[in-house]
């Protein structure tokens, strides 16, 4: 096959039904004939963070973004990634790669002040927090949250 769509239907469906290694390995071999697809390096990026690769994960989702830089949810999930490992300058600076490219989304906000919050950066993600309650006033977690670093701040005071 010359088009992803069909790997992408197989690797998705096993992916559902919680064959993430054959999910991966579809859309791996999609990509021995598409190796310029986006859409499954970025599921192949996916299957492998879901797996537990977080390198191969890393490379992959960074592959999709030199493609294809505006991609969004690469960007949330390379985020989200490295933020789980810990790395959170480089989580941040994804975050508002995805924000730049996508600024009224509420829910990118909340995980971007969740990374600031484990930088000690407070007034930083107090700010997101606000401007994702403007967003989505009712977004409970980052009513919650913000409710939470108000809290901090205060007893801290």
Same mark, same amino acid.
């Given at each position: #096959?010359?088009? #992803?769509?069909?790997?992408?239907?197989?690797?998705?469906?096993?992916?559902? =039904?919680?064959?993430?290694?054959?999910?991966?390995?579809? &859309?791996?071999?999609?990509? *021995?004939?598409?190796? %310029? =697809?986006?859409?499954?390096?970025?599921?192949? $990026?996916?299957?492998?963070?879901?797996?537990?690769? =977080?390198?191969?994960? @890393?490379?992959?989702?960074?592959?999709?973004? %030199?493609? %294809?830089?505006?991609?969004?949810?690469?960007?949330?999930?390379?985020?989200?990634?490295?933020?789980? +490992?810990?790395? &959170?300058?480089?989580? %941040?600076?994804? &975050?508002?790669?995805? @924000? $730049?490219?996508?600024?009224?989304?509420? *829910?990118?906000?909340?995980?971007?002040?969740?990374?600031?919050?484990?930088? =000690?950066?407070?007034?930083?993600?107090?700010?997101?927090?606000? @401007?994702? !309650?403007? +967003?989505? #006033?009712?977004?409970?977690? $980052?009513?919650? !949250?913000?409710? *939470?670093?108000?809290?901090? @701040? *205060? &007893?801290?005071?």
């Amino acid at each position: #096959p010359d088009r #992803p769509e069909p790997y992408l239907a197989l690797g998705m469906s096993l992916a559902k =039904s919680g064959d993430l290694s054959g999910a991966q390995a579809v &859309f791996d071999q999609g990509l *021995s004939f598409l190796p %310029e =697809s986006t859409v499954l390096t970025y599921n192949a $990026a996916l299957a492998r963070a879901m797996r537990g690769d =977080s390198d191969a994960a @890393i490379r992959m989702f960074r592959k999709t973004l %030199e493609r %294809e830089p505006g991609h969004v949810q690469a960007r949330e999930n390379l985020a989200g990634l490295l933020a789980s +490992l810990g790395r &959170f300058q480089e989580s %941040e600076a994804e &975050f508002r790669a995805a @924000i $730049a490219v996508s600024p009224r989304d509420a *829910s990118t906000r909340v995980l971007l002040a969740r990374v600031l919050l484990a930088q =000690s950066k407070l007034a930083d993600a107090k700010t997101q927090l606000k @401007i994702a !309650l403007e +967003l989505d #006033p009712l977004d409970t977690s $980052a009513a919650e !949250l913000l409710r *939470s670093l108000d809290d901090k @701040i *205060s &007893f801290d005071k």
